[in-house]
């Protein structure tokens, strides 16, 4: 039974660039989260999605957006790219019948 | 608002010895949830623990253990006897009480814990 993947796991881009980043939940979760991490600090939840629709979300601005599939996979789109965006991208996912999460192994992106 | 305070940034200890890690939590709420995850280097959160408002009993697992105290806000974890494989980054994390589904988790900045051979 597969965990959580997330792709890819670095990724480097420029200033002003967008960037996508995909996560596949584990197999019978039907919600994804998604968390930034910047180096030394604890994960900042992004927002969540359940249905194919944002279920909540966090203090981010609107440059980062991101979409469910009918399959449950993610994408997280982030626009506009700043240097403080650099950081890890972390993915969870969840039963909307439970409550524990289950972590990816994340996305380093660098922006230069 | 919620917040969660983890005031160790890095701590060292010799195998086979315990080490606390402290946390302290604050929420205008009255039920809530408390979590404790490890982060090794690859990167991936383990989940350790999850205990709700309502429930103030300490909790041990094997050589873990967890003091929550509502009186203080805090939710202290114990590592008895520490290993090397110990060595991570510990967060402690707070949500809100869901009726279904999970909860956004507010994290704390997290405690580098080495243990050394």
């Known amino acids: 039974d597969a965990g959580v993947t997330q792709s890819p796991t670095h990724l480097i881009k420029t200033r002003g660039q967008q960037v996508t980043l995909r996560c596949s939940p584990k197999?019978?979760?039907?919600?994804v989260s998604w968390y930034q991490q910047a180096l030394g600090q604890g994960p900042q939840f992004i927002f969540q999605?359940?249905?194919?629709?944002?279920?909540q979300r966090g203090n981010f601005p609107d440059r980062f957006s991101g979409h469910q599939f009918p399959n449950y996979s993610s994408e997280l789109n982030v626009n506009a790219l700043l240097l403080g965006d650099s950081a890890l991208y972390l993915c969870?996912?969840?039963?909307?019948?439970?409550?524990?999460?289950?972590f990816g192994p994340g996305t380093r992106l660098t922006v230069t | 608002a919620q917040k969660v305070t983890q005031a160790q940034t890095e701590i060292s200890v010799v195998e086979k010895e315990d080490v606390t890690l402290d946390c302290v939590y604050e929420?205008?709420?009255?039920?809530?949830?408390l979590f404790w995850y490890k982060q090794p280097p690859s990167g991936e959160l383990v989940f350790l623990i999850r205990?709700?408002?309502?429930?103030?009993q300490n909790e041990i697992s094997g050589r873990y253990s967890w003091n929550f105290q509502k009186s203080t806000s805090s939710f202290n974890f114990t590592i008895t006897a520490s290993q090397v494989v110990d060595s991570a980054v510990y967060f402690c994390?707070?949500?809100?009480?869901?009726?279904?589904?999970?909860?956004?988790?507010?994290f704390g900045k997290g405690t580098k814990l080495t243990v050394n051979p």
């Open positions: 994390a707070l949500s809100d009480f869901a009726q279904g589904g999970s909860e956004k988790l507010v």
């Open positions: 999605y359940y249905e194919e629709e944002e279920r």
């Open positions: 197999s019978g979760h039907d919600t």
């Open positions: 969870a996912s969840s039963s909307i019948r439970g409550w524990e999460q289950y």
């Open positions: 929420t205008r709420d009255t039920t809530y949830y």
């Open positions: 205990r709700n408002s309502f429930d103030e």
